[in-house]
C-alpha cells in the first residue's frame, strides 16, 4: 500500500463544531420541557429529569469545543501540528466524518489531547489530501490482513 503524500491543512473555525453541539443539548432541552409539560410535577422524578437536562447542559458547556489553531501537518509518516511558531508532534484520529468536516482528536506527544474540526471550506483543494492521509495513517495502525484498527494498549483515552 502508498503512503498518501505530504499535505498541511489549516485549522481554526469549528463554528460548526459549536454548533452542532448546542443543537444536540436544545434538543435535550426541549424534550425535557415538553415531558415537564405533560408530567404530574409531583415526585422526584420531576426534579430528576430537570437535574439532568441541567446536568448535560453543564457537560455540553464544559466540553464545548475550544478554538484549535494553527496547521495540521503530514509528512507522508508522521503528524505535526504546528501554531505559530510552536510545532509538536503527535496522532490525529478521526472521530466523526460527515463528509465535508472531519472531527479529529488531537493526540499530542506531550501535554493534553484536543479536538479539531476540519472543514472542507477551509482549503477546498486540499481537503481529499488531508482525507486520505488521516485515513491511510489509520489503516497503517490496522490489525495486518483485516482492514480492522488495533485496539489501543497505551491505557490513554
Known amino acids: ?6 499535505v498541511e491543512y489549516p485549522l481554526g473555525d469549528n463554528s460548526r ?24 410535577l409531583r415526585g422526584w422524578r420531576v426534579w430528576l429529569g430537570l437535574a439532568l437536562m441541567l ?22 509518516g508522521n503528524w505535526c501540528r504546528r501554531d505559530g511558531a510552536h510545532a509538536s508532534g503527535g496522532q490525529a484520529t478521526v472521530h466523526l466524518d460527515l463528509q465535508s468536516a472531519l472531527l479529529v482528536y488531537w493526540r499530542p506527544e ?17 481537503w481529499l ?16 490482513g483485516t482492514g480492522v484498527r488495533a485496539p489501543d494498549t497505551s491505557g490513554q483515552a
Not at 500500500?1 to 505530504?6: G, S
Not at 506531550?110 to 486540499?126: F, H, I, Q, V, Y
Open 129 to 144: 489530501a488531508v482525507r486520505r492521509a488521516l485515513y491511510a495513517h489509520a489503516l497503517v495502525d490496522a490489525v495486518p
Open 110 to 126: 506531550l501535554g493534553p489531547g484536543s479536538w479539531c474540526w476540519l472543514d472542507s471550506t477551509a482549503n477546498p483543494s486540499r
Open 55 to 76: 446536568l448535560t447542559g453543564a457537560l455540553a458547556f464544559r466540553c464545548r469545543p475550544s478554538a484549535c489553531t494553527g496547521t495540521l501537518n503530514w509528512d507522508g
Open 17 to 40: 463544531l459549536r454548533r452542532l453541539v448546542l443543537s444536540a443539548w436544545l434538543l435535550v432541552a426541549m424534550t425535557g420541557l415538553a415531558w415537564l409539560a405533560m408530567a404530574d
Open 1 to 6: 500500500m502508498q503512503q498518501a503524500p505530504p
